[in-house]
């Protein structure tokens, strides 16, 4: 095995008086599905937005495939491009079509031809289950329909890793499974993924790896096996205990 695709050594970052993140060591290799769970306030969000820049951090190193994360600047934009991302809120363009949503970065970033970023678009938004909405705008899908959009439009730069931050927290439970098992199959085809959710299911049948945070440390990390039958930490016990009653 080469260095992991995504290294985080000795991250820290402080909101104010705060020590969000404290410490943090975690690398992802190539093809692993590394599941961040943990109360609410732990720094999941924070450590999955520090890795593609959208959060600063003090102290530490992020390489991404071996390059180190670029403060500013074009470097930063183009390491950017192989990181996806989807958020709780689609952040979506409300005014343009779904497929130029999907097309907008592979045209302006990649470069690609318009007729290529089309085709390549559809194949994905067949992929996601909703290439039959690629002429309506965000605003006439549902908030499963947008979500899927929103991983088909990461996926179209063809990134590296993607990096999910609670992607299915603000959806209603009828449409949480829908973008879930669209997560699940990228994990069978091998996208590498950090996924920041509350969804234990999910975590169970996707996830390599389960870490699980509190207080702005990574407490312990293993198998969802081992994760949900052995925690070894009074932390992630209490925290199971709670979530899995009921």
């Not at 600063?56 to 180190?68: A, N």
């Amino acid at each position: 095995m080469g260095d992991p695709l995504v290294l985080m050594k000795d991250v820290n970052k402080h909101f104010g008086d705060l020590h969000v993140l404290q410490d943090i060591n975690l690398g992802v290799d190539k093809g692993e599905v590394v599941i961040v769970i943990g109360p609410s306030g732990s720094g999941k969000s924070t450590l999955c937005r520090t890795i593609n820049r959208l959060e600063t951090f003090e102290s530490g190193t992020i390489t991404i495939d071996g390059r180190p994360l670029p403060e500013e600047g074009k470097a930063l934009a183009e390491l950017r491009a192989d990181v996806g991302m989807v958020f709780q809120s689609f952040n979506l363009f409300a005014h343009k079509t779904i497929l130029e949503n999907v097309t907008l970065g592979p045209v302006k970033v990649r470069k690609m031809s318009k007729a290529d970023a089309d085709k390549h678009a559809i194949a994905l938004l067949e992929r996601v289950g909703v290439a039959h909405q690629a002429d309506k705008y965000p605003a006439q899908l549902s908030g499963g329909q947008q979500q899927r959009v929103a991983i088909a439009r990461s996926l179209a730069m063809n990134p590296k890793v993607m990096l999910f931050d609670e992607p299915t927290s603000a959806l209603d439970p009828e449409m949480i499974n829908e973008v879930l098992d669209v997560m699940v199959e990228l994990a069978k085809e091998g996208m590498t993924m950090v996924v920041v959710t509350h969804e234990m299911g999910f975590a169970r049948k996707a996830a390599n790896r389960v870490v699980f945070m509190a207080d702005g440390q990574i407490r312990e990390q293993s198998t969802p096996e081992d994760f949900f039958t052995h925690p070894t930490s009074d932390r992630a016990k209490d925290f199971l205990g709670k979530i899995l009653t009921h």
